[in-house]
């Protein structure tokens, strides 16, 4: 059982940049690849971005390449959503989410295979 726990959401104008965090418990935070995904009220749960277990490997959906950054400190069982240049259509409920791994290189852009979620931190942007 992995828990995670999301922080570091706010209210922000366009333009800045916040960075999210989210902590796992448990030894096992190794074997997993973390994402990020948001949800923006009445819309889908969307893909953002996603690290695999060993850090080598990243992918990010179209709509934040070259503005967010993903990133995981294994030592501290903590992956980071590092967002700049933040728009409106940003806004949205961002749930980090961990999918077990059997390789080091392993990513994944389906919600539906992720094993464990947080219970999501609020990120508005405003205009």
């Known amino acids: 059982q992995v828990q995670l726990v999301e922080s570091g959401g706010g209210l922000v104008q366009a333009g800045g940049s916040l960075r999210l965090s989210c902590v796992a418990s448990?030894?096992?935070?190794?074997?997993?690849?973390m994402g990020w995904f948001r949800q923006a009220p009445g819309e889908e749960r969307d893909f953002v971005g996603v690290?695999?277990?060993?850090?080598?490997?990243?992918h990010y959906a179209d709509s934040v390449k070259g503005r967010f950054t993903i990133s995981r400190d294994n030592a501290k069982n903590t992956v980071y959503l590092q967002m700049n240049s933040l728009k409106p259509e940003d806004t949205a409920v961002y749930y980090c989410?961990?999918?077990?791994?059997?390789?080091?290189?392993?990513?994944?852009?389906?919600?539906?295979?992720?094993?464990?979620w947080g219970q999501g931190t609020q990120v508005t942007v405003s205009s």
């Open positions: 690290i695999s277990r060993s850090g080598s490997n990243t």
């Open positions: 448990g030894r096992t935070f190794t074997s997993y690849a």
């Open positions: 989410a961990a999918v077990r791994s059997y390789t080091s290189y392993y990513i994944s852009d389906n919600y539906a295979g992720y094993d464990y």
